[in-house]
Structure formats: structure tokens, C-alpha cells
């Protein structure tokens, strides 16, 4: 495992404790690591209103975004499930807005899962 996936991981499990998801109790830390080696991350945000729940991965996007990064090399994605998590429908499609294709790592625990936005999402939707 390379520097920058040791350090995506262990912000993604940081950003993971500041899960707030008191319906779900579903704890999730996404990194998203760009082109120059910078690191965002999020968590998940839940609502009373469910449908306004924003995931950990889109969040950690649109804070790159909003920071003015569009160019990612890798997510790394954490939960406190004991199953492994790949990123929803929803959130592929906003990451295929910005990436042609991009690493994904997913680990539960110790167990670590290698795959990448074309595997998990090989047809986009697109204007
Ligand atoms: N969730 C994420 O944050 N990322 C995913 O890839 C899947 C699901 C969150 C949304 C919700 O807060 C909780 O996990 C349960 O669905």
C-alpha cells in the first residue's frame, strides 16, 4: 500500500467518526485524492427528511469542488460495517461528471478491495 493510500485511509476513517447518522447508525469516510496529491474527505450527513441524506463520497466531492479540484486519482472509502461498501448509484454518476475513471479503495476492518468508477459504473449517463 503507497503513502498516499495509508494517508487517504486514515483521514477517510477520521472524516468516518464525524459521521452524523443517527437513522442509520451507518458510519461512512470517504478521501478523495487528487491529480497533486491533496486529500478530501467527507462523511455521511443524514435527515429526518431520509431523501436529504448526502453520502460520504459526495461530500468529500463538492468540497473539492468547491475548492476548485476537479482532477482525482483515488477514493478510498471506509464504514464501521463489517461488509464491504462500494459506492452508491447516485454518487458513481456524480463522480463520473468529473473522473473518465478512478481508482476506488474500500476497506472494512483490515480487508481491503480494489476497484475503479468504470468496473463499478461502465455505462454514464451523459448530455
Ligand atoms: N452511504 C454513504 O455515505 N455512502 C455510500 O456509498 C452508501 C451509503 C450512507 C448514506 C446513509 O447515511 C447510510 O450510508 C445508510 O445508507
Known amino acids: 500500500m503507497s503513502s498516499i493510500e495509508e494517508k487517504a485511509r486514515h483521514e477517510a476513517q477520521t472524516a468516518m467518526r464525524k459521521a452524523y447518522a443517527p ?3 451507518f458510519r461512512v469516510g470517504a478521501s478523495l485524492v487528487t491529480e497533486s496529491d491533496d486529500i478530501f474527505s467527507g462523511c455521511n450527513i443524514e435527515n429526518c427528511s431520509y431523501g436529504l441524506t448526502v453520502c ?5 466531492l463538492f468540497k473539492a469542488v468547491s ?3 476537479r482532477k482525482f486519482k ?4 471506509t464504514s464501521d460495517s463489517d461488509k464491504a461498501i462500494v459506492p452508491c448509484g ?3 454518476q456524480v463522480l463520473a461528471e468529473f473522473c ?3 481508482k476506488i479503495i ?3 476492518g483490515d480487508m481491503i478491495g480494489r476497484t475503479s468508477l468504470a468496473e463499478l459504473l461502465p455505462h454514464r449517463f451523459r448530455l
Open 23 to 25: 437513522y442509520s447508525e
Open 56 to 60: 460520504a463520497e459526495r461530500v468529500a
Open 67 to 69: 475548492e476548485g479540484c
Open 74 to 77: 483515488l477514493l478510498v472509502l
Open 90 to 92: 447516485a454518487c458513481l
Open 100 to 102: 473518465d475513471d478512478l
Open 106 to 108: 474500500v476497506y472494512n
